[in-house]
Each structure stands twice: as C-alpha cells, then as structure tokens.
C-alpha cells in the first residue's frame, strides 16, 4: 500500500509540473526547457529553511519555496523576454545549467552529493495517506486553476497573444506583462512541488533537475495532450506508472532491462504515431 | 570460512544436480517459503555495465547457496530492481522493496543511490546495507544504515600515505570529478598528503559530463607535480589518462578501484603503463576461491567481469545475509530492521569466501588495501597495506 501510494505521490508531484509546464509551453507558447530548475529552487529552498530554520512551519518554507521560484521566474523572464521569445530557450537553459552548477558548488546546499536530512513533517502511520492527501489536493487544485485560468476571459487573451502576438499587440495589448505573468504562475506552481517533493523524499540532488528532468515534464506534456487541460494528467499517469507496471512483468533482469527502454519508448512512440496531438489533444492543432 | 567455502564448491560441482534434487536439505528448502534478497542496481543507463555484473555476482551466490540448502533451510529469492543510478529511481525501488516484496532490509550501491534511500529506510526501520558506494557521508546517514563496503577514508588514506612515505614522491597534482564520489576522495587525498608532509601543486575538477580536460591538465602540467592522482569515475578516468599522456605528461598515476579494469587497458594501451589503483577485495594471488570464481564467470558470461572487487563483495553479501539469518534462526527471533541490525552488530566479524575477514566497525568496515600497477598491459600486485 505504501508503495502505490508513494507512487500516486510522485505522479501528483509531476501532475503539478506538467500542468504548469503546459500553461507555460502550450497555452501561452513561451519557448522553455527550464522547467525543472524552478522545481528545484522551490525544493532546494524549502529543504534549506526546513534544515537550517527549523521552528518555520512546513507550508510557510513551502509557500517561501514558491515565492523564490516566482521571483527567480520574473527576472529571468523579464530579461529574456525583452528581445525576442526566442531568447527565452536559450536564456532558460542557460539558467537551468547555470544555477544548478552553483548548486554543485556551494557547501550549504550539499554539493553535487545533495541535501539530505531535511525533516519529515509528518510522522507515524498517517504520513503516506496525508502527503498524499495534500499533494492530491494541490495538484487538482493547479489543474482546475489553470483550466479556469485558461477558459476564461484571460485564457481567450493568452490564445491570441500565443497564436497572433502582432495582433495582440495591436489591439493594446501588454503581450510582455501576460507572458511574464503566465511564466510567473506557472514556474511558481513548479516551486511549490519542489517544496512537498523535499519533505516527503528528504534527499534532493542537483542531478534529479537536469537536462533529462526537462525532456521527461515535456514528453508528458506533449503525450498527454499539449494545451488541454488535463493532457499532462493523463501524461505524468502513463510515464510514471508504465515504468514501474513492466518491473512486474516477471522478467528475467537480464531480459527486463533492455526489455524496459524497449517497451517504454516503443509505448510512447505508439501513442504520438496514433495520436499525433497527444492522447487527449485536439487533431485540429496538431503539427 | 574460506576453507569451508573451497570444500563446499567441490561438493556442489561434485554432485550439483544430484544434491539439488535428492538432498533432504536442500529438498526441504524448496518447500519452504523463500528468504528474499532485494538488491537495487543499475540495471540500465550508463552505470548499466557494473550494475548488470553485480547483480551476475549476487545471482550465482544466491545460485550456490540455494544448492547447499538455503539459509536456515529455506530457499533464498533474489528480488533485483533497476536504479539507473538515479536518487529518485532508487526511492521507488526501495518503496517496492518494503511496500510490496515486505522486505525487512535491502542491499544498495552508489552513492546518491544510497543518500536517497537513507531517510526512507531510517523512517520505516529497515536494514540499507550498502555493498558498493564509497563516499564518506555514508557513515553518518542514520541508525538503519551501515556498510559491508570500505568507505573512500579506507583506500584514499592508505594511498596518500603510501604515495609519499614508500614512493617518496613529494609533489602531487589531484584532479577529481566533481561529484560526490571525487570531492570527498579528493579532499581526503589532499588532507592525508599534506599532514604527511607532502605538498599539493594542483587541485583541479572536472564536470562529470566533460570529455575535453585539456585546460585542467595544462594547469597541472605547469604545476610540474611528481605524480598525479586521479579520482574519476570509469568512464571519464581512461580519457583523462589519455590527454594527459597526449600532453606530455609522463608522470605516474595513482587512483582508486574505479580503475582497476580491464576495459580501461584495453582503451589505454601503453599510456597505462605505471598506473596504481587499489583494491578492496583480495585478487587472485590472495585468496584461491576468487580464482575459481573468476574461472566460472568467464565460463557462464564468456568474458572477465567488470570491476571484479565490487562483484567478489556483491557475491559476499548473500553470505552476509545468511549469517544473519542463521543468527535469528538460532534465537528463534523474527527478520526485522532491528533486529538484523541487532545481527550485524553482535555477530561483528565474518568470514567471507571473496573478500575475506570483515570487520563490521558500526557504521563503517576496515579491510586491507591491495595497491596494483599495470605492467606490461596487465595488473600486477604491488602491495597491501594494512
């Protein structure tokens, strides 16, 4: 029971990060592959405070991890976004490496080993069912708050300004103060996983919000259905889940381990062949 | 126990199929509900070739133990999960590990691996033993966590030492890859040689995905050091020996186990001609059953194993494993996090068929160091410090 539930843990953590991913990358069309360094400052942040402040409430680091991914989100966004859109790819990844570099280096964060005793929270029986309950909560509460955000009003203003920004701007329109505000909400809500991923997991390294950490948020992303509101649900489900269904297959390991790659990139391949949008994608929009 | 072991491989390759079907012994394990052993490794992924090798190791002991009867007459299981050497796989394979296959303790290898696992296993009270990372912060991960495998402070220290009293070299360049296995080695290195009296000229990193070192070998070229240590990993050590001999820097080599392997003269060639590694597990001059065992792997995998020291303590921990087990069995005490631990700690020393004596000193193990040099494209012993 504790591992499914460890697992729905997990896949609620990476709900969070494709939702927000998905506001950033599918409805609003900014070009990043930074996603997991916000993850990281909001959990790096929150595993700081919880180690080093210790009488600070768990949901005040955790709010305080989230408020540090959104300020690290508006300066880059606000710098990078100055020139051309395109920049953003190149100034986010820049970031990504950049600051993960620092983190590698510096002795209070743990160095490329990582930070390891962050505190627990919550102990005894009820920790996995309440970390679940919490995470849950948090990650059904970013996707209805950016299906809200994006089927309003604001939504219809964040679609034009993605598919026609000259337009957009034509009609006095601030496409720069909606993209950064966008990146902000979204980057924010990555900061906020990262804070409930260093309590539940206690041990963070730089190498878990690699390069790697990017392509995976993006294949559930673009599996699940980029620009739908519940594509990267039904993402984080399939690439999380698949994985850990094949190691019960009762493989021989010598079989199991090139048999897993196989039948994992085969599956993802499978599901964009047939369904080129993502699976819960509109074929209208896909390229 | 190494005596036993000898005479219990003639008794299995003696009569292997008929003892498996026709000893009473070993009939009644079968009957029995298993023993399982969960060993997370990196089964794929570019650690892939040491993980699917140590997981070869564990298997053919589970194989010979299984043979002579099992551990307190049951069967032993061997549950193998794939880490990738990443932190977060090597999360879920322990939840799988306790929340599935109910395991009351595990076996582990690489350093993040093992600082990942850390807090679950000290939370849910269940024995991490790790069989292959050595990074000195493993000592201090909490109660449910120990060692089978030397930490760097065992080989580094004695390397440093030797280094400069028995080789009499007074100048050293250290170069490391920047993670967790290189800067605490390489600190240790550094520390050691210099309260020896010995002087660092370079203290140089690399990135661990860096494939050009050119910068960092310039500077300790210039540096002019007598000989240079290396503190990488398996796949970047033979690259770096090998621009640096490009360089023209002719200077002996000393490093860890890491590149006691047969690959790494394979790719180098003559440039690893001088090189010294350690090794934490006796060779084959040491202890006659690693002969028999490398001959048996060469005839079951076709070829010599990667990292043989690490495989010989892979191999060792199944024997680790029932001596706990025999030990609870004679109390008639139930397989738990503590008590196992409890195990650990009052049996203290084994006698193991491929590493030899183990010593457990809480959270850390001693062993002798076996230092070996290439000679004429081969490794030849050169000492054991002890």
Redesign the interface.
């Known amino acids: 029971m504790d591992y499914l539930i460890t697992l729905a843990i997990l896949i609620a953590i990476y709900v969070i990060l494709g939702a927000s991913y998905n506001l950033v990358i599918g409805y609003g069309g900014l070009s990043t592959v930074a996603h997991p360094i916000f993850f990281a400052i909001g959990a790096y942040t929150t595993g700081l405070l919880s180690v080093n402040v210790p009488e600070l409430p768990a949901v005040v680091n955790v709010l305080l991890g989230m408020v540090t991914a959104v300020v690290a989100s508006v300066l880059l966004a606000g710098s990078a976004l100055r020139v051309s859109g395109d920049y953003l790819l190149i100034a986010s990844l820049g970031f990504q490496l950049g600051l993960l570099q620092l983190i590698k280096n510096l002795d209070f964060t743990g160095g490329p080993g990582g930070l390891s005793a962050i505190p627990s929270t919550i102990l005894g029986a009820a920790r996995g069912p309440a970390f679940l309950a919490i995470t849950g909560a948090a990650a059904v509460a970013c996707v209805f708050i950016i299906r809200a955000i994006v089927n309003g009003p604001y939504g219809r203003a964040i679609s034009a300004m993605r598919d026609e920004e000259l337009a957009f701007t034509a009609l006095g329109r601030n496409a720069m103060s909606m993209k950064i505000a966008i990146f902000a909400i979204g980057c924010g809500m990555a900061g906020g996983a990262g804070g409930i991923y260093a309590y539940y997991f206690q041990y963070i390294s730089p190498d878990q919000f690699e390069v790697l950490a990017s392509a995976t948020i993006l294949t559930m992303v673009v599996l699940g259905g980029m620009g739908t509101p519940f594509g990267p649900v039904v993402g984080a489900i399939l690439l999380l889940a698949i994985p850990q269904a094949i190691t019960f297959l009762q493989l021989p390991p010598a079989i199991m381990a090139p048999t897993q790659g196989i039948i994992f990139t085969v599956l993802v391949l499978v599901f964009l062949y047939l369904r080129p949008a993502g699976i819960l994608g509109n074929k209208a929009r896909a390229i | 126990m190494t005596s036993h072991f000898a005479l219990h491989r003639r008794h299995v390759l003696g009569g292997a199929a008929a003892a498996a079907l026709t000893s009473p012994l070993a009939a009644g394990a079968q009957s029995k509900e298993p023993i399982k052993i969960g060993s997370a490794l990196p089964?794929?992924g570019s650690q892939?070739g040491y993980g699917?090798d140590f997981?070869t190791g564990t298997?053919m002991a589970v194989k010979d133990v299984n043979d002579a009867g099992g551990i307190a007459g049951r069967p032993v299981e061997l549950v193998?999960?794939?880490t990738q050497a990443?932190?977060?796989l090597g999360?879920?394979a322990l939840?799988?590990f306790?929340?599935?296959e109910k395991l009351p303790m595990f076996l582990t290898a690489w350093?993040?691996v093992v600082?990942?696992q850390?807090?679950?296993a000290n939370?849910?009270k269940v024995l991490e033993l790790n069989c292959g990372a050595n990074?000195p912060?493993i000592a201090t991960?909490g109660d449910y966590v120990y060692t089978a495998f030397p930490l760097a402070e065992v080989d580094i220290v004695k390397l440093a030492n030797y280094v400069f009293t028995t080789l009499g070299k007074k100048t050293v360049a250290v170069l490391y890859i920047?993670?967790?296995t290189g800067?605490?080695a390489a600190k240790l290195y550094r520390d050691t040689f210099t309260a020896a009296g010995g002087k660092i000229v370079a203290f140089e990193a690399y990135d661990?995905k860096a494939t050009e070192f050119t910068g960092m070998l310039l500077k300790a070229r210039a540096a002019n050091p007598e000989i240079v240590h290396l503190h990488g990993l398996t796949a970047d050590t033979p690259q770096v020996i090998a621009q640096m001999r490009q360089l023209g820097m002719t200077q002996r080599v000393t490093s860890y186990s890491a590149a006691y392997n047969p690959k790494l003269l394979e790719q180098l060639g003559p440039a690893a001609e001088g090189l010294i590694v350690t090794s934490l597990a006796p060779g084959v001059n040491d202890n006659p059953n690693v002969a028999g065992f490398l001959e048996r792997w060469k005839k079951e995998q076709g070829r010599v194993p990667n990292g043989l020291p690490y495989v010989q303590y892979e191999y060792d921990m199944v024997f680790l494993v029932k001596a706990l087990y025999e030990y609870l069995d004679k109390k008639s005490q139930p397989a738990t996090g503590e008590s196992l631990i409890a195990a650990l700690l009052a049996i203290k020393e084994f006698d193991l068929p491929m590493t030899g004596k183990m010593i457990i000193d809480g959270h850390r193990v001693n062993k002798p160091v076996y230092l070996l040099t290439v000679q004429k494209g081969v490794f030849v012993p050169l000492a054991t410090l002890t």
């Open positions: 089964l794929t892939a699917n997981a298997r193998v999960l794939d990443d932190p977060q999360i879920n939840n799988r306790i929340g599935v350093s993040a600082k990942a850390a807090p679950i939370r849910e990074s912060e991960l920047n993670n967790d800067i605490d661990p």
